[in-house]
C-alpha cells in the first residue's frame, strides 16, 4: 500500500500549478513593482514626476505583461507541464473579466473584481493569486476601455490581492473560506492605499496631507495614511464589504470546486486517491518489477 501511496501523491502534486519557479518569479515581479509604486516612499527626492511616469508607462507595461508570460511558464513547468492544472486559472481570468464588464458599477467603491483573485490564491497558492489578478486587470481594462498609463500599477494591486489568498493555502477549506472574509476588508482598504500611490506622489504640496519631497520614509507613509483618510477610505471600505459579501456567498462552494480543479493537497484527496489504486495491483505491479529485472528488461 505504501507504494500506491507514493505513486498517488506524486500525481497529485504534478497537478497543482505551484513550485519554486513559480514562487520566485512572482517573488521577482512583487518586488520590482512594490519598488517602482513605492518609490515616493522610500526615496522622495528622487521620485518620477507624472511627465516622466507617463513616459515609461510603456515600458512598464511590456515588463509587467513578460513577467506575467513567465510566471505562467513557469507555473506550467512546476505542474508538470500539463496545460490542463493552468485551465482553472485561465477560466477564472475570463470569469474576472466579464465580472468587472457586467457586474462593476463602478460607483462609490462598488467592485467585486478581488474575489476570484483572492479564490485562486486559497485554492493553488500566491503565485495563482497573483496570475489571475493581474492577468484579469490587463484583460478586463482590454475588454472595457482604453489602456491608461496607470494600468501597471491596477494590475499589480490586483495581483497583490489575490496573492493574500495565498496566506490560506494550507488551511481546510471552510477555515480559509470563513478567514477570507476580513482579508476582504484587508485587500479593499490596502488595495486604496497603494492606488493612492499613482498620483499622489506624482503631485508635490504644501499640506499636511501631500507630498512633500525629502521627507523621511514614515512621515512621507504617515502622510498618504492621512490623504488617504480624507479622499478614499470610504470607497475602499466600500471595496472590502463588497468583495465580502461575495465571498460570503459563493466563497465556500467555489473555494471547493477550484480546488478539486488545480488538485490541491488536501487530505480527503489524497486519501481518495489512495484508496484508488487496488493493493492486489500493487503486489502485481511489483512482481512485475522483479521478472524484468531477472530477465534484463531493465538494461
Not at 63 to 74: E, K, N, S, T
Not at 273 to 278: C, L, N, R
Amino acid at each position: 500500500m505504501s507504494a500506491a501511496q507514493h505513486g498517488g501523491e506524486r500525481w497529485h502534486r504534478v497537478a497543482v500549478p505551484h513550485g519554486w519557479r513559480s514562487v520566485v518569479v512572482v517573488t521577482a515581479l512583487v518586488v520590482s513593482g512594490l519598488a517602482w509604486i513605492g518609490w515616493p516612499i522610500w526615496d522622495g527626492l528622487t521620485s518620477p514626476s507624472r511627465a516622466q511616469a507617463q513616459d515609461e508607462a510603456p515600458w512598464l507595461m511590456a515588463a509587467l505583461v513578460c513577467g506575467l508570460f513567465a510566471l505562467g511558464v513557469a507555473m506550467w513547468l512546476d505542474a508538470g507541464r500539463r496545460l490542463d492544472a493552468l485551465a482553472p486559472l485561465l477560466a477564472l481570468i475570463a470569469l474576472n473579466t466579464l465580472l468587472r464588464a457586467v457586474l462593476n458599477p463602478a460607483a462609490a467603491g462598488v467592485e467585486f473584481v478581488h474575489a476570484l483573485p483572492l479564490l485562486a490564491g486559497m485554492a493553488a497558492g500566491a503565485p495563482a493569486g497573483f496570475l489571475v489578478g493581474a492577468g484579469s486587470a490587463l484583460a478586463s481594462t482590454i475588454a472595457v476601455g482604453e489602456p491608461a498609463t496607470t494600468l501597471p500599477t491596477q494590475a499589480l494591486v490586483w495581483g497583490l490581492s489575490g496573492m493574500l489568498g495565498g496566506l490560506l493555502w494550507r488551511m481546510r477549506p471552510r477555515a480559509a473560506w470563513l478567514a477570507s472574509l476580513p482579508l476582504a476588508l484587508v485587500a479593499g482598504v490596502g488595495s486604496g492605499v497603494l492606488l493612492n500611490l499613482m498620483g499622489w506622489g506624482q503631485e508635490p504640496g504644501t499640506t499636511l496631507t501631500s507630498f512633500y519631497s525629502g521627507l523621511p520614509p514614515a512621515e512621507v507613509a504617515s502622510r498618504l495614511w492621512s490623504y488617504t483618510q480624507e479622499t478614499s477610505l470610504v470607497y475602499d471600505l466600500t471595496r472590502g464589504v463588497t468583495t465580502l459579501v461575495l465571498l460570503a456567498a459563493v466563497g465556500h462552494p467555489v473555494l471547493l470546486a477550484l480546488r478539486r480543479a488545480v488538485g490541491t493537497d488536501t487530505p480527503t484527496t489524497r486519501a481518495r486517491i489512495h484508496e484508488e489504486i487496488a493493493p492486489d495491483a500493487v503486489v502485481r505491479r511489483e512482481d512485475r518489477t522483479r521478472l524484468d529485472a531477472l530477465w534484463g528488461h531493465d538494461s
